[in-house]
């Protein structure tokens, strides 16, 4: 368990690298046998995260698990058959997962990812609670970020319904943030879990925001984007889900509202639209028949729906929210640390701060590197500080 946090610690939450080693060297330790060495014959690893590697301690990662374990949490990497299955193949599979309460039998269950807008409105919240409520009370596991305004309704509210809830957080298992979730921070593992990919005392920082939403999006069948504006990070969400196969969902909203224009987008893309938490659970009825129980009070599951042939095609789910551009090569002169960044990239808007979680690189370089290569034309800046290929 100690090489695994290691190996977290040095290459911090949200490193590619994982499946790397994990395809090559099948466990953390067998990896770590190759530090005497310098890491030399490790042909992936750039020569920042062999420095990163060699000097990341052992000891330290011993002195972190006992502190972990001593606050009664635990702890689940890849080696264990509890590790979920989720999980396993995502790109940047996670080295640790630090857990208060337990993700026993997630991978047999309906699991819902709901996100939206920190500041939302009173029409986000109130659908967010209801969608949140509907789901427990039909059986189904709620995941959100614990964020204040939309995950915050969402999760209270499918806890008060008796729900099995779980919660990704941005920080340590030590911290409760925002400091208003306390009760929902205590709650939550009694009937699920409170998750966390960052060591105890990891401040919630931007830049891990976008780390923590491709756990939430994996570890369910499905996103819902209850609100958010074309530069929230619920999009980010969204994007994960459609990169790891998961359905996307999306609420409508009022045209007048720039708190609808990220659902809107969705739903343009195909994302299947939603008004009570059946039209989400519809799409699971035969797979997880005995999961859900359609027996639930008439206000949360006899609205009028949608007819199947009015949805949108969930075929359409694998059209990106924007058209595909073709990725142009570099020019040989450009340095390592702007092909790295350039390699994460795509034709979807992401924000400097998940760049530089996704490169391990400090905000700093990205920020000069992005510049350049805005420069050079090959990539674009939109709204709310986001980049893609051009």
């Avoid at 305004?149 to 806890?159: K, V």
């Avoid at 990106?320 to 795509?346: A, G, Q, T």
Wanted: neutral net charge; aromatic residues 6%.
């Amino acid at each position: 368990m100690e090489f695994w946090i290691w190996l977290s610690n040095a290459l911090g939450a949200g490193s590619p690298r994982i499946n790397d080693i994990v395809a090559c060297f099948e466990t953390a330790e067998h990896f770590y046998a190759e530090k005497k060495t310098g890491f030399r014959h490790v042909e992936f690893l750039t020569a920042s995260e062999k420095q990163k590697l060699i000097d990341a301690s052992l000891s330290d990662a011993l002195r972190l698990k006992e502190r972990t374990l001593d606050k009664g949490y635990r702890i689940l990497t890849p080696d264990q058959k509890e590790y979920p299955n989720r999980l396993r193949n995502i790109y940047a599979m996670p080295a640790v997962l630090y857990i208060d309460g337990t993700l026993a039998g997630l991978d047999d269950n309906v699991a819902i990812t709901l996100v939206g807008a920190r500041k939302c409105s009173d029409y986000g919240r109130t659908v967010a609670a209801d969608l949140g409520r509907g789901l427990a009370r039909m059986g189904a596991v709620v995941i959100t970020g614990m964020a204040r305004g939309i995950d915050g309704a969402a999760h209270e509210a499918a806890l008060l319904a008796g729900g099995s809830t779980v919660a990704v957080l941005g920080c340590g298992l030590d911290i409760v943030y925002p400091p208003e979730h306390m009760t929902l921070r205590r709650e939550t593992p009694k009937r699920g879990a409170v998750i966390s990919e960052f060591p105890l005392g990891a401040k919630p920082e931007g830049f891990h925001f976008p780390i923590r939403n491709r756990l939430m999006s994996a570890l369910s069948l499905g996103v819902v984007v209850v609100e958010g504006e074309l530069s929230s990070g619920s999009l980010i969400t969204a994007n994960y889900a459609l990169e790891q196969g998961k359905d996307v969902f999306a609420v409508p909203g009022s045209v007048l509202s720039g708190l609808s224009k990220g659902p809107f987008r969705l739903l343009q893309a195909g994302a299947i639209p939603v008004s009570c938490a059946g039209d989400i659970l519809e799409e699971y009825r035969y797979r997880y028949a005995a999961k859900i129980d359609w027996r639930v009070p008439v206000e949360q599951n006899e609205r009028e729906k949608p007819s199947a042939e009015s949805r949108l095609k969930k075929a359409d789910l694998a059209q990106p929210v924007v058209p595909i551009r073709k990725k142009r090569d570099l020019p040989p002169e450009c340095d390592e640390n702007i092909r790295e960044i350039y390699e994460v990239l795509s034709e979807i808007p992401i924000n400097a701060d998940e760049i530089a979680a996704r490169t391990q690189k400090n905000p700093a370089e990205v920020l000069t590197a992005l510049s350049e290569l805005e420069i050079m034309g090959y990539i674009s800046a939109n709204a709310g500080k986001r980049f893609c290929i051009c």
